[in-house]
């Protein structure tokens, strides 16, 4: 099995081979980054006439769902292009895309259906509340304005990736292994998903876990929906007398409201205590990310998306893949949500050991965070009560990052690339020569399991 991973900005972007060759292209991270360095190698399948079996897109947010929809766009565009030809308009350009290979399903649970009739409502409620937050001159409420503000791009792309892949444009068969419908655990095993040779067990999102997110996302809407009509007739109210000699009074109040709207937010805990791996912390898509352990040929892959902790953990349980007391020891961990410090605890370190650690994240959000970095590194090489139990938690590991300091462009996010840089080699030395490290400079790295 061959793991290939690509720069994609600050989100994930895979391609699984299996030993037959069968594929499985895993997200796509952000848009720009799939055009520069994921469609190039993609439309090279195409040249060679191989197909990819299924995309999985892990959950809506942004930084895994843009990059597939460009793809599936550079798609239609060359059905057209096609089609024109078709009909006889040989002047007609090609696309100046690379066509993506031919693939025979997506696996993706859309928004729309996770939350069902009050979809639109909360997308409604969601850009606004955003709008109204932008406002603060708080940093942790401007934060939630940002997060908020990435929540309403990424549904929206999720619904237009339900609409490509639907039977009136591109025809893509959505989750086949549940019959269209949403995919998840279920507390009763099931069939692994077999693609040739390599087999998916869902670990992750199960149905009680749904249920909850559709109940806090309601909860969600239901709260703001009053208060977002109150502060929306104020600024109507406001905008009609607003002047030079106004604007002291009226910014005032809407600093205040804004504060106010933070605490109802999915997100509001960002302004709490800090502790590592704090659920409280991850968004409600995140939560329910579509993860699966991957077996081929004695070898695993663990597939977190953005997923918790604590549910990774819980997945593995109640699908026998992990004992109740004990650990699991993979061959690889996509290290869950970028390495972020609300998805990765140091029990989930100790539990969960691999061979390969590889980190999707370019810096952004200060991503992956130097606290997991050490957290992971100290239940191998750590104090005797930080280390895995895990017989094999004494061998050499590694650490693949797909970025670097000289690879991504934003300021703070190439300070943050240099921090992480300076630290693994400082968690090297310590090592022992256990641990090693790649980070990526170009398009993509292969990492044969």
């Not at 597939?68 to 057209?80: A, F, N, P, T």
């Not at 968004?283 to 991957?294: G, I, K, R, Y």
């Not at 972020?340 to 989930?348: Q, R």
């Not at 938690?393 to 240099?418: D, I, L, R, Y």
Request: glycine residues 8%; contains cysteine; proline residues 4%.
């Amino acid at each position: 099995m061959n793991l290939t991973v690509f720069q994609s900005d600050k989100g994930d972007c895979l391609l699984l081979t299996g030993a037959d060759g069968r594929m499985v292209l895993v997200d796509g991270g952000m848009r720009a980054s799939y055009s520069k360095h994921v469609a190039p190698a993609l439309g090279k399948l195409r040249d060679a006439g191989q197909l990819v079996d299924a995309v999985y897109v892990s959950h809506i947010d942004q930084d895994h769902i843009s990059g597939v929809l460009q793809m599936m766009d550079d798609e239609v565009e060359w059905r057209i292009h096609e089609f024109q030809k078709t009909v006889g308009n040989t002047n007609h350009k090609p696309p100046a895309a690379p066509r993506p290979p031919q693939f025979k399903a997506i696996w993706h649970n859309a928004f729309r259906e996770q939350v069902t009739k009050n979809a639109g409502e909360i997308e409604d409620a969601l850009a606004a509340s955003a709008a109204i937050l932008s406002g603060s001159e708080t940093k942790a409420v401007k934060e939630l304005a940002a997060a908020q503000h990435e929540l309403v791009t990424s549904i929206a792309e999720a619904i237009q990736l339900s609409r490509r892949v639907s039977p009136e444009q591109l025809g893509i068969k959505l989750n086949p292994p549940a019959k269209g419908k949403l995919m998840m655990a279920r507390s009763t095993p099931t069939p692994a998903i077999k693609i040739g040779g390599m087999q998916f067990t869902i670990i992750g999102p199960f149905p009680a876990d749904l249920t909850e997110l559709r109940k806090e996302w309601n909860e969600w809407l239901k709260k703001n929906k009053e208060r977002l009509k109150t502060i929306q007739k104020q600024a109507e109210r406001d905008a009609g007398a607003f002047g030079a000699s106004e604007i002291a009074s009226l910014m005032l109040p809407k600093l205040q409201q804004a504060d106010s709207l933070s605490d109802l937010l999915p997100l509001a805990a960002a302004t709490t205590k800090f502790k590592l791996g704090d659920r409280q912390k991850v968004t409600t898509p995140n939560l329910a990310s579509l993860m699966f352990l991957l077996k081929e040929q004695g070898k695993t892959v663990l597939l977190t998306g953005d997923g918790h902790w604590a549910d990774i953990l819980k997945g593995l349980r109640q699908t026998k893949k992990l004992k109740a007391t004990g650990g699991l020891h993979v061959d690889v961990l996509k290290v869950q949500h970028h390495g972020s410090e609300h998805n990765v605890s140091e029990e989930f370190c100790r539990t969960i050991t691999a061979d390969h650690y590889v980190f999707c994240g370019n810096g952004e959000h200060e991503n992956p965070d130097l606290r997991v970095i050490e957290a992971i590194a100290d239940s191998r090489t750590g104090a005797p009560e930080k280390l895995s139990q895990n017989k094999q938690a004494g061998h050499p590991f590694k650490f693949w990052f797909n970025s670097s300091q000289t690879a991504t462009v934003k300021p703070e996010a190439k300070e943050h690339m240099k921090q992480v840089e300076s630290l693994v080699r400082k968690l090297t030395r310590k090592s022992g020569g256990r641990l090693d490290s790649f980070f990526l400079k170009g398009a993509s790295f292969n990492l044969a399991v």
